[in-house]
């Protein structure tokens, strides 16, 4: 089974910014959608950001748009989550993630796009800590 591996996580003070990677191990990861998930201690993991295997047109939660930019480089099978302007609400375990059953990520409104269920490869976690 392939391995996801994040890293860039840390204490950053709010306000700031972080960059989040995610090295894949296997280069057929290049095919699938991807995904940014993250949790904080007794919460359900939430959707962040997703984008397909092209690159076009990424999606993002309500919580992050216009703060956070999903990206990836398939050449060097990495995913990236840069993050700007953060906020203590962003404290969380991130998760990134990749999916085999969806084939695209698409703007219209799909609730599996969003959903942890529909990503079926996840990395390990990178904690992320925003303090005032």
């Known amino acids: 089974q392939g391995r996801l591996v994040e890293s860039g996580g840390g204490l950053v003070q709010a306000g700031g910014s972080l960059t989040l990677s995610c090295v894949a191990s296997?280069?057929?990861?290049?095919?699938?959608?991807m995904g940014w998930f993250r949790q904080a201690p007794g919460t359900e993991r939430e959707f962040v950001a997703a984008?397909?295997?092209?690159?076009?047109?990424?999606i993002y939660s309500d919580s992050v748009k216009g703060r956070f930019t999903i990206s990836r480089d398939n050449g060097k099978n990495t995913l990236y989550l840069q993050m700007n302007d953060l906020r203590l609400d962003d404290t969380a375990a991130y998760f990134c993630a990749a999916s085999q059953s969806l084939t695209r990520i698409t703007k219209l409104m799909d609730p599996a796009q969003e959903a942890p269920s529909g990503y079926e490869y996840w990395g390990q976690g990178t904690q992320v800590t925003v303090s005032s």
């Open positions: 984008i397909s295997p092209s690159g076009f047109r990424p």
């Open positions: 296997d280069r057929t990861f290049s095919s699938h959608p």
